[in-house]
């Protein structure tokens, strides 16, 4: 069992930058895969960013490609999601993922979901 909690989101001017936190619970963090999906309001959830077990291994949807960096430090039980030059579409609520080891491009398969952190990038 793993429990997700996110922070760090927040009001922020278009061209700004947030670092979004993942903290976990649970002995195993380390042996999930963990991803960012985000969801705005009348839109379907989509996939953000994820990074595997060990952290050797990413996966960015080519909307945020270059803009946005996962990363986890496994003795803190935490993955991050740094978020820089943001614009307006990227306003959303923001969900943390944890899924198998065996990671995917998009991260089909998803575990545990966190409650959400909400992004809101003015203009």
């Known amino acids: 069992q793993v429990q997700l909690v996110e922070s760090g989101g927040g009001l922020v001017q278009a061209g700004g930058s947030l670092r979004l936190s993942c903290a976990a619970s649970?002995?195993?963090?380390?042996?999930?895969?963990i991803g960012w999906f985000r969801q705005a309001p009348g839109k379907e959830r989509e996939f953000v960013a994820a990074i595997n077990w060990s952290g050797g291994t990413t996966y960015y949807a080519d909307s945020v490609k270059g803009r946005f960096t996962i990363s986890r430090d496994n003795a803190k039980n935490t993955v991050y999601l740094q978020m820089n030059s943001l614009k307006s579409e990227d306003t959303s609520c923001y969900y943390c993922?944890?899924?198998?080891?065996?990671?995917?491009?998009?991260?089909?398969?998803?575990?545990?979901w966190g409650q959400g952190t909400q992004v809101t990038v003015s203009s």
């Open positions: 649970g002995r195993t963090f380390s042996r999930y895969a």
């Open positions: 993922a944890a899924g198998p080891p065996s990671l995917s491009a998009t991260m089909r398969i998803v575990n545990y």
